[in-house]
């Protein structure tokens, strides 16, 4: 008898627009004890899923339409209010993406820790505390007794979801929905947090319900595996035959988007290649593309353009930045943080500099000194063999042209003010380019350049999906038609098909444009796809550098090691080991 | 069809104003209030001159405490004056004190607080400090002083009332200010070689009109009382000059015996605050492209 069965659910949203079906008809069942992994892409309905087993989906606008979803026998959706509290929280528990947003600030990790239990009646205060120091220990924090007592602003994120996780086991449920619980963290921090959810599950015996966008994550932790689509399941089955032997082209889209570290495209295949979508009296047919294969092996027949080593567009050497803290309004300096702390590297023209490192290791910093948006400490930054480190906004003006920048969160480098047009031609009117007609010509053809259509120049950021986003802001920093571009963790908030689409518009514009590029991100995957040369960075320094491919092939430093195994391991080989 | 592409055929002109006039036209109780307060605004401005006859100046005690009548539509007051006239002049001095010193709060506070928040540092906590200390010192004698240095005057109001009114507004200002300025659209506006000021103008106040909107709103009303605090302490209008305030003051001594006296310049003033608040609320969502409701 399974633990939790769900059966025909429906999901819908009603909104001014016409119904979402968010959920729209699965089933599917959770074992006692298993790991079962939910993948899809944002917009697939596999958090909506979820939300409406706990009783989390606002109503209205959401409505469950139909099916039933029963946990233990007995039925979880039309259950009472009460009845419903009795089991959140206490048999089924859950922890959420963002572990910076998800603990309450003013409130100490004692308190939060043992709420669970006094609101279910589960022990008395001091019994509590114990739980949760013992709790605190087995998610492998250090001092335990002593950090309870801590504020969550105390801890760092990877940390912060350790405390979630005690949070969420402590009253010793029997299901754990974690809803991308590492999607929000580094992936060094993410290894971390799979090994210590695996232990946990193996130790506690808890059935755990895993929501990814990641097949990677999957892969290192999954029993089982649902791939949803737009609301609906294409595809469930165990783990190996999913990566055997995906039977839904989406799967297999899904399946060959991930960059991995051993391949080596040129363009990384995406859903697209496989999945063909067409209408049929408003209802969406999926559908395979016959010659998905060969398509792929096409693409990478590309002539990547040829780079000349002494042609150096930037030169970066012994670059220094050092932040003072303060105390308060009277105090001098107390202390100084060496975000970056003399570097030195060069990056050919057309050619792509990786910058690899965990958060905090000082390589957005870098990024931001060499385009002056923080001044350096000290140090050289030569640009086309001009020395431009520490100019002036008056003097960094022209180069501004040059020098371009992509930011991590297209969510907020937008502004949502402005219409896509007006950010797009905003930054030549700034610099005299053309007259208004000539700009609106230019934002036009900059929005085909980036895969999409002109019609969207008078809408709004809102109306745009994090992919699409992000691809209005590589058309913002195309307006001025710079050489040089720093993408700043560019991909990483994004799904990793719709990451695939990115890096491969990136690397096309680069090969069209001769562009120079400072690719900058935490994933070790990601970098090795971009970039020709390569330099990890570690508290501020840089502890190696070189070749992207010797680099991953022979790294010489622990940090580098940590950093490569830290990529989620997918390959059907390591699966087939794991599970068998 | 959705809102970009019906904009997309009327080609030019289809900006933040032009979109959020059309989303406010689409607020009902945004476009009554409009209407009620234009109503208010025309008949003060115009009410005066068609019912001369009336002036409210003109005394006449043999017409004292009238009931309203098909003469006099809210009765008189105890010198005879016709209240409808009395209460589109005190419109008048109301309407325009409110409207005038919220405009100078608005100027002072949104240029002194996104100054100081767009700076920060040193200077924003310099700047800030000042504004701390003259919210300590009391109004009233804040006005008082004014009034002997500069002697007595109507336009010293405006300013005595905006002057004080703007420092919340700075500080509202600044707070939603310093929250925007490290997003990444705003370095992304530095990277692309903006200057401080198109940032700050083109960037971060468009993004913060919502609470800068609703709180203008809410000045509006508030100034209106003070207005009438003030010339009941003999420092703001005198009679026979008038203005809502001082007219429900009045009113409100005689409420048991003469009620109209308070009734009507109390319904014009609460038809204001109300249709205010409404404009105020239309005028945040309007001005939200997210708030779009197609």
């Known amino acids: ?580 | 069809m959705s809102t970009a592409e019906t904009n997309l055929q009327n080609e030019e002109g289809a900006s933040l104003w032009t979109d959020a006039w059309r989303r406010l036209a689409q607020n009902r109780m945004a476009v009554v209030a409009t209407v009620i307060f234009g109503l208010i605004i025309l008949l003060c401005l115009i009410g005066p001159l068609l019912f001369g006859q009336h002036s409210g100046e003109t005394n006449n005690l043999e017409n004292a405490f009238q009931k309203p009548s098909g003469s006099h539509w809210f009765g008189t007051d105890d010198l005879g004056r016709d209240v409808f006239v009395r209460t589109l002049e005190g419109g008048r001095i109301s309407l325009a004190v409110g409207f005038l010193a919220t405009a100078v709060s608005l100027v002072i506070g949104v240029v002194y607080g996104s100054f100081a928040g767009y700076v920060g540092g040193r200077t924003d906590a310099f700047l800030m400090r000042i504004v701390d200390i003259l919210y300590s010192l009391p109004f009233t004698i804040f006005v008082i002083l004014l009034m002997v240095m500069f002697g007595r005057n109507f336009i010293l109001l405006f300013v005595a009332i905006g002057f004080v009114e703007w420092l919340t507004m700075a500080r509202i200002v600044r707070a939603q200010i310093m929250a925007l300025k490290d997003t990444e659209f705003v370095e992304a506006a530095r990277a692309l070689g903006y200057g401080n000021l198109r940032i700050i103008f083109g960037h971060l106040l468009p993004n913060i009109l919502g609470p800068v909107i609703i709180y203008a709103s809410l000045t509006v009303p508030a100034v209106m009382l003070l207005e009438a605090v003030l010339s009941f302490l003999g420092l703001g209008v005198q009679p026979p000059m008038s203005s809502w305030g001082l007219l429900i003051k009045d009113g409100a001594e005689k409420i048991d015996v003469y009620p109209w006296l308070l009734i009507f310049p109390a319904l014009f003033f609460s038809a204001t605050l109300f249709s205010l608040n409404f404009i105020g609320d239309g005028l945040r969502d309007a001005l939200d492209p997210k708030s779009s409701k197609d």
């Open chain 1, 1 to 580: 008898m399974p633990l939790l069965e769900i059966d025909n659910l429906k999901t819908y949203f009603h909104t001014r627009n016409g119904v979402v079906k968010a959920v729209d008809d699965i089933s599917f069942t959770v074992e006692k004890g298993e790991i079962l992994g939910i993948v899809g892409e944002s917009g697939s309905g596999k958090s909506v899923t979820v939300h409406t087993l706990m009783g989390l989906v606002p109503q209205p606008p959401g409505r469950i339409e139909g099916g039933t979803a029963s946990f233990d026998q007995s039925d979880l959706l039309n259950a009472s209010t009460e009845a419903q509290r009795a089991l959140r929280g206490k048999r089924i528990a859950m922890i959420f993406q963002d572990p910076m947003t998800s603990l309450n600030p003013y409130l100490r990790i004692s308190e939060q820790l043992i709420e669970p239990l006094l609101i279910h009646g589960m022990a008395e205060r001091e019994e509590a505390l114990k739980k949760a120091i013992a709790m605190l220990e087995k998610v492998g924090i250090r001092d335990a007794a002593e950090r309870v007592h801590s504020y969550p602003h105390e801890f760092s994120g990877g940390m912060r979801q350790r405390v979630m996780i005690a949070m969420a086991l402590i009253t010793d449920p029997e299901v754990l929905i974690a809803d991308e619980p590492t999607t929000a963290l580094d992936v060094t921090v993410q290894a971390q947090i799979l090994r210590l959810l695996k232990e946990l599950q193996a130790d506690l015996g808890v059935a755990v319900i895993f929501i990814t966008h990641d097949l990677g994550v999957i892969a290192e932790l999954a029993d089982r595996v649902v791939v949803m689509y737009r609301g609906h399941i294409v595809e469930q089955g165990d783990v190996l035959s999913i990566f055997d032997q995906p039977q839904h082209p989406y799967t297999k889209g899904l399946l060959a988007c991930r960059p991995r570290l051993e391949s080596t495209f040129k363009v990384l295949p995406t859903v697209s290649d496989y999945l063909e979508e067409t209408e049929e009296g408003g209802e969406i047919q999926l559908s395979e593309k016959p010659d998905a294969a060969a398509h792929i092996e096409a693409l990478q027949q590309i002539e990547e353009p040829t780079v000349d080593e002494n042609d150096l567009l930037l030169e970066v050497a012994d670059l220094k930045v050092h932040f003072p803290e303060r105390a308060g309004f009277f105090s001098g300096p107390t202390g100084v943080v060496k975000a970056v702390d003399g570097i030195s590297f060069t990056v050919p023209r057309g050619s792509t500099l990786g910058l690899v490192g965990e958060s905090g290791c000082g390589k957005t910093t870098t990024g931001r000194a060499i385009l002056n948006l923080v001044a350096p400490t000290s140090g050289s930054v030569k640009f086309a063999g001009m020395e431009i480190a520490g100019f002036g906004a008056a003097a960094m003006l022209p180069l501004r042209k040059r020098m371009q920048i992509v930011f991590q969160d297209p969510y907020s480098s937008l502004n949502p003010r402005l219409t896509i047009e007006q950010a797009l031609t905003e930054p030549m009117a700034v610099h005299n380019i053309g007259s208004p007609g000539d700009r609106r010509d230019r934002a036009v053809a900059l929005l085909e350049e980036v895969g999409l259509e002109a019609r969207f120049l008078r809408r709004y950021p809102h109306e745009f999906s994090g992919g699409q986003r992000q691809r209005i802001c590589v058309a913002r920093a195309l307006s001025l038609e710079p050489e040089f571009i720093v993408c700043d963790e560019a991909v990483s908030a994004m799904d990793v098909s719709v990451q695939a689409q990115v890096l491969n518009l990136l690397k096309e514009l680069q090969s069209r444009r001769n562009l120079t590029y400072i690719f900058i991100s935490h994933d070790l995957s990601v970098v090795k796809f971009m970039a020709d040369t390569m330099a990890v960075m570690e508290h501020g320094k840089i502890v190696e550098q070189g070749s992207a491919e010797a680099i991953y092939a022979n790294p010489a430093e622990e940090y580098t090691q940590r950093l490569i195994d830290a990529i989620p391991r997918d390959s059907v080989d390591f699966i087939r080991e794991r599970v068998g």
